[in-house]
């Protein structure tokens, strides 16, 4: 059977967690409607604006960069030229300063993780991108300073930390669910089908129902019955345990805010709208189906 060897290292980590309880709500606060930062660049930050998480794709900036200097740096070893090992110098820069916006952004990220073994990996993650910056920055002061054989072996340390560091954020993504879409297994159904007596929907209530095993989010405002996925894109929270905010709902989880219109996103740190269904009430009974818009 496959393991996972530096995940099962990590979850072992118990000195991890005092950290992430003192950094994790700094960071939040700072995010928050009181923070310093805000939540309008918060939202830039998680990529709300993107509709794609925005570290993910700063990511490839410094594993691009640093991946190219470690080619470079062979190549001037071997052949002596200057130019090449230019080439690397200005790779590990552009690296770095990839590395600036992808962590970031990632600390972003993180602050709307919940407990458990995700803050943990990923606080390793990020604790490992630190320590490859590191020794990145070191590797281009030696070879400033014409060490270049010393910058070439940091570099080369940078280079490992930062590909276990990746291999991380891989588990968090593909393993942990984190950064993708949690409405995407979800299938409205093709045809309208009953979901909950007309009269049983109180007045700005939200109301969760199922639709062929799809949870679905109900609300009646005034007229008009809105219906859109009761599941949270970012992380899977609960909208029928949210905020009713005129024409919106607010998460319980981490606040986003989603258009009862539309579904699309008013605030972060979701990036992904919510589906929008089809609603018509025939028989005093409310039906739903796939949105034909």
Request: proline share 5%; glycine share 12%.
């Amino acid at each position: 059977m496959a393991t996972n060897l530096p995940v099962d290292v990590i979850k072992k980590q118990n000195w991890l967690e005092p950290i992430a309880d003192r950094l994790q709500p700094t960071i939040a606060g700072e995010l928050g409607a009181g923070g310093s930062i805000g939540p309008k660049v918060a939202d830039i930050l998680h990529g709300t604006w993107l509709g794609h998480p925005l570290h993910v794709v700063l990511t490839d900036v410094p594993l691009g960069s640093w991946t190219a200097a470690a080619v470079l740096d062979v190549l001037e070893q071997k052949t002596g030229s200057r130019v090449i090992g230019r080439g690397a110098d200005a790779a590990i820069a552009v690296g770095l300063i990839g590395a600036a916006g992808a962590a970031i952004t990632g600390l972003a990220d993180w602050s709307k993780i919940g407990g458990g073994q995700p803050r943990r990996i990923g606080l390793a993650h990020g604790l490992l991108n630190a320590t490859a910056t590191a020794c990145y920055v070191t590797s281009l002061c030696l070879r400033q300073i014409y060490s270049r054989r010393a910058g070439r072996r940091f570099a080369l340390l940078g280079l490992v930390v930062s590909s276990l560091a990746a291999y991380l954020g891989g588990h968090l993504v593909f393993k942990e669910k984190l950064g993708v879409d949690h409405t995407a297994d979800y299938s409205p159904p093709e045809d309208f089908v009953p979901v909950l007596a007309e009269a049983e929907l109180r007045e700005n209530e939200l109301r969760r129902v199922q639709a062929n095993g799809m949870p679905v989010l109900l609300v009646r405002r005034g007229q008009r019955i809105y219906a859109i996925a009761e599941t949270c894109a970012h992380l899977g929270g609960p909208l029928s345990e949210g905020k009713l905010e005129d024409a919106t709902v607010r998460c319980p989880w981490h606040g986003s805010r989603f258009s009862l219109e539309d579904g699309r996103v008013l605030e972060g740190p979701s990036v992904h709208a919510q589906p929008v269904l089809d609603v018509r009430v025939r028989d005093g009974q409310i039906e739903v189906r796939k949105s034909s818009r």
